[in-house]
């Protein structure tokens, strides 16, 4: 059925870097964008950046510009993100979503309809 | 940057109308999305467009935005509607996406 899958919970040292993947199937994975959300312990939703899975073109949010990178795999439907010089403060669940464009709408219309189920990162020396 | 504010919570009896509000400058000229997202699970889609259904959703949800506030309303709410719900923007200043605070629906 149409899903995201996501790669397994990740234990990191301060310092380092993670990379999460997000495996599409189902739909047709150029016609989509990307988007990563993060969500701290018992906080709300916070938004990272997103990807268009067509062209590769990538938008961070500034918090993160310089720490984050997001890519595209076209080969085999999966986007991953890869979150670099970890803090305390990156532990939270990621999530990634499918960006949906409605019909060619502009970007303030899009939205994000399908999501994964979760990857918890933990970030403790 | 864009702000986003919700109550932190609203509670509501059995059958009775359960409305969340997400305020903003001006959020009446931006297109609203709502999630809902229950415990220990990813959020999910329940209005887009202000006040559009995705496939699946109950009529029971139902979306407004005008002025400085957008509203999702709960109608004849269900102890399986208990969750939190985010409401989400695009900010076209600073060309970042943007959620609320969230609130937390108790179904008493």
């Known amino acids: 059925q149409v899903q995201l899958v996501q790669s397994g919970a990740e234990v990191k040292k301060p310092g380092a870097s993670v990379k999460v993947s997000c495996k599409a199937s189902?739909?047709?994975?150029?016609?989509?964008?990307i988007t990563w959300v993060r969500q701290a312990p018992g906080q709300g939703l916070e938004w990272m950046g997103w990807?268009?899975?067509?062209?590769?073109?990538?938008n961070y949010a500034q918090k993160l510009q310089g720490r984050v990178t997001m890519t595209t795999d076209t080969s085999t439907s999966t986007a991953y993100m890869e979150l670099r010089s970890l803090r305390s403060d990156d532990t939270a669940v990621y999530y990634c979503?499918?960006?949906?464009?409605?019909?060619?709408?502009?970007?303030?219309?899009?939205?994000?309809?399908?999501w994964g189920r979760g990857t918890l990162v933990t970030v403790s020396s | 940057s864009y702000v986003l504010t919700q109550p932190p919570s609203v509670s509501v009896a059995p059958g009775q109308t359960a409305r969340i509000t997400c305020g903003g400058n001006?959020?009446?000229?931006?297109?609203v999305h709502w999630y809902q997202q229950k415990p220990g699970q990813a959020p999910v889609l329940v209005v887009y467009d202000d006040s559009d259904r995705p496939s699946g959703i109950p009529e029971r949800f139902s979306g407004s935005n005008s002025g400085n506030t957008a509203t999702l309303t709960i109608s004849r709410v269900e102890a399986g509607d208990e969750a939190d719900y985010h409401c989400?923007?695009?900010?076209?200043?600073?060309?970042?996406?943007?959620f609320g605070t969230g609130t937390k629906v108790t179904v008493l």
């Open positions: 001006n959020i009446g000229s931006k297109s």
């Open positions: 989400q923007v695009w900010d076209s200043s600073s060309e970042h996406y943007v």
């Open positions: 189902s739909y047709t994975f150029t016609s989509y964008g």
């Open positions: 990807i268009s899975v067509y062209n590769g073109n990538a």
């Open positions: 979503a499918r960006v949906n464009y409605g019909s060619g709408s502009p970007i303030n219309y899009w939205y994000f309809d399908l």
